[in-house]
Every structure is written in structure tokens, then in C-alpha cells.
């Protein structure tokens, strides 16, 4: 059983009346006064907190997400799913090959402009299309990337597996344990909101999920992670 910081700092005094004890670092308390999991991935110890009343900043020492194969062999369920996730891949893909072609049609006209056979006007509306097209890429794929589109359970109910799109469009998987996520009523949105988020305390990051929208496939597991839908 773990001695008080006080008793420790009392007997240290005793033993070496010329040493002080120093009292311990943000980043070793957690390990003497809170509740942890331990697992390695990637070669990297991960620590994983217990919810508290007031979240932990974030440290190397202290991920929450980290994506790895120990936890990808896992056996999972299926608690939560968003089929319109499909609509917004395509949109994406579909916004980066608008700015692909643009980007590559901008130096040719710019190349006739100098040659004398593109008028100014020309030049400056593909110029216009070719901004406006990389600033709604970057606005849509940022919203987009956030959206989840499944989320899946550990049979042990300790690890959240959720899937959401990266910037190409592609499928991204992220796994976070449980303790970690914040419930309906933590993250103050009303159950009847069509669009709640999914906050950690480990992580400022927010992602966006519904269940108006979405279906929630297994309405045990999916309460067991966020709280009771009633």
C-alpha cells in the first residue's frame, strides 16, 4: 500500500535532516494518484487515465489515441453507424479533383497570357475558380475529417474504435480507451440534438457524431461508452 505524500516527506526528513523531499512532478503524480491501464504500442508505453472531474493535459507520456496493431486485432462491435459517411467520401474525392484540375489547367493559361493568346479576363477568372477551389477544399475536407462515420467495441468494453475519414478521402481509424470519453451529459449536448460531439479528456480534438441521423446498432454497448439515451 502507497504511503502519503506527507508520510514519505516526514520519514525522508527524518533519515536525511539536510535533504528536502521535492514533491512530484504533474507528470509522475498521476501514477501514484490515479487509476491506470498500461499497454505498449507501436514501442511506445501507454498510459491510459481514468476519468476525472478535471481533464489531463495531454503529454507524450499520456495518449489517448494511438493507432497500433495490438489494438487493431482486437474483436469488435459494431455500436454506431452514419450512412450518409459514404456522400461525404465522395464529396471529398470529388473536391480534390476539382482543385487537381484546376491547379493543372492554371499554368497552362497563365503560359498563353504571357504568350499573348489568353486575354486578362480569362486569366483572372481561372484564377479565382483555382483559389476558390483550394480555400472549399480545405473548408470542406476540415468539417468532413471530423464527421464519424462508425464506431465500434472491444468485447472487454475498454477500448473505442472509431472510424472517420483523413483528408484524401480515405478511411482512418482511431482507437481510444473508454475512460477517456466524455458522456452525453459531460459534454453538455442535449440528447435530442441532431448533431453531438464526441470530446475526450485527454484531447481538445472534437469530433461530430448523431444519432438522429445515424443509426445506433447496439444501444447496450453504445450507452456503456456515452451514457443512457433516455
Known amino acids: 500500500m502507497l504511503r502519503s505524500p506527507r508520510l514519505i516527506r516526514v520519514t525522508l526528513s527524518l533519515l536525511a535532516p539536510g535533504i528536502r523531499c521535492r514533491r512530484p512532478s504533474l507528470s509522475v503524480q498521476p501514477l501514484f494518484f490515479r487509476s491506470h491501464t498500461q499497454s505498449w504500442t507501436d514501442g511506445r508505453l501507454l498510459w491510459a487515465s481514468c476519468p476525472a472531474k478535471r481533464p489531463l493535459l495531454p503529454s507524450p507520456q499520456h495518449q489517448a489515441v494511438v493507432p497500433c496493431s495490438d489494438l ?3 474483436k ?3 455500436i454506431y453507424a ?3 459517411i459514404r456522400v461525404l467520401r465522395a464529396l471529398s474525392r470529388l473536391k ?4 487537381g484540375i484546376t491547379g493543372v489547367l492554371l499554368p497552362t493559361v497563365y503560359y498563353f497570357y504571357l504568350q499573348g493568346q489568353a486575354s486578362f479576363s480569362l486569366l483572372s477568372y481561372t484564377t479565382g475558380i483555382a483559389a476558390f477551389a483550394a480555400i472549399m477544399l480545405y473548408v470542406i475536407s476540415h468539417y468532413i475529417r ?3 462515420g462508425m464506431m465500434y467495441l472491444d468485447h472487454t468494453h475498454t477500448t473505442l474504435k472509431v472510424a472517420h475519414l483523413s483528408f484524401w478521402g480515405h478511411r482512418r481509424d482511431m482507437y481510444m480507451p473508454v475512460s477517456d470519453v466524455l458522456t452525453l451529459g459531460d459534454t453538455g449536448d442535449s440528447r435530442a440534438e441532431v448533431i453531438l460531439r464526441l470530446k475526450r479528456y485527454s484531447c481538445s480534438d472534437t469530433l461530430y ?3 438522429r441521423l445515424g443509426r445506433v446498432l447496439d444501444k447496450n454497448g453504445f450507452e456503456k461508452v456515452f451514457g ?3
Open 228 to 230: 443512457s439515451l433516455s
Open 82 to 84: 452514419f450512412p450518409a
Open 146 to 148: 471530423r464527421v464519424v
Open 209 to 211: 457524431f448523431s444519432t
Open 72 to 74: 487493431a486485432s482486437r
Open 76 to 78: 469488435y462491435t459494431l
Open 96 to 99: 480534390l479533383a476539382q482543385t
